[in-house]
């Protein structure tokens, strides 16, 4: 059972665009929501993360909105670029020694920025 | 720095065969994962280790083993490799830290089994 859903599972902006992308989760234990970016043909990197101390966090086009009570937090890139074109993975994990460390990712969008 | 290295990239295997994904890490990390990806289903953890001497399952450990000897190393085993195996695997590493840490992710390797 996927604890993190994401949504869309693809997504096509044009450049200059605003890209959304959607996340809910299960688990109320979860404490720290990364967002990873996956080109093709490398490992996912770390994009934006959140914790739910706060409802959101901006860095330079990026944006993680966070609602606690609803259980959702969503990725906004403003001024999409065709660089942007990539995979990208909301995840989300827990406190503690092991589970601080313990990623759950959702199923991943796939973004396409046409120029 | 190297950061987390992965070999090999690409790898095809008949069933039942068995192989050993290696994982390295220069980063003095306690904390290394393996996941593997599956096309609409994300990263799923397969196992982890807190440290040199600790592993234990995540997600979806069945016909994986691992051992951790060294704090650098993290070698993931297939003992009789199924086509359901096929997948690209990725190891990862981090700081170990109770809320969360940023995990760096190797290159990943592509498996073929038939």
């Known amino acids: 059972q996927q604890q993190v859903k994401q949504s869309p599972q693809s997504l096509i902006v044009q450049k200059g665009g605003i890209s959304i992308i959607n996340c809910a989760y299960e688990?109320?234990?979860?404490?720290?929501f990364p967002w990873y970016q996956q080109f093709p043909g490398k490992g996912p990197a770390l994009l934006i993360a959140?914790?739910?101390?706060?409802s959101e966090k901006k860095e330079g086009r990026f944006t993680i909105s966070f609602n606690k009570s609803a259980k959702q937090f969503s990725l906004h890139i403003m001024d999409s670029q065709p660089g942007d074109s990539a995979t990208y993975f909301c995840?989300?994990?827990?406190?503690?020694?092991?589970?601080?460390?313990?990623?759950?990712f959702g199923e991943g969008t796939q973004l396409t920025v046409n120029p | 720095n190297a950061g987390v290295t992965q070999t090999p990239k690409f790898q095809v295997l008949k069933t039942g065969q068995s192989m050993t994904l290696q994982c390295a890490q220069d980063?003095?990390?306690?904390?290394m994962s393996w996941y593997r990806q599956d096309p609409g289903m994300g990263l799923r953890l397969i196992h982890y280790?807190?440290?040199?001497?600790?592993?234990d399952q995540g997600e979806v450990p069945n016909g994986y083993n691992v051992s951790r000897s060294t704090t650098e190393d993290f070698p993931l085993r297939l003992l009789s490799a199924a086509p359901s195996q096929t997948s690209v695997y990725f190891c990862?590493?981090?700081?170990?830290?109770?809320?969360?840490?940023?995990?760096?992710f190797g290159p990943g390797t592509r498996l073929t089994v038939t």
């Open positions: 990862a590493s981090s700081y170990r830290i109770r809320q969360g840490s940023e995990q760096y």
């Open positions: 688990n109320t234990a979860f404490d720290y």
């Open positions: 959140i914790r739910p101390d706060v």
């Open positions: 995840a989300a994990s827990g406190m503690g020694e092991t589970s601080g460390s313990r990623l759950t």
């Open positions: 980063m003095n990390h306690e904390y």
């Open positions: 280790s807190v440290g040199a001497g600790i592993t």
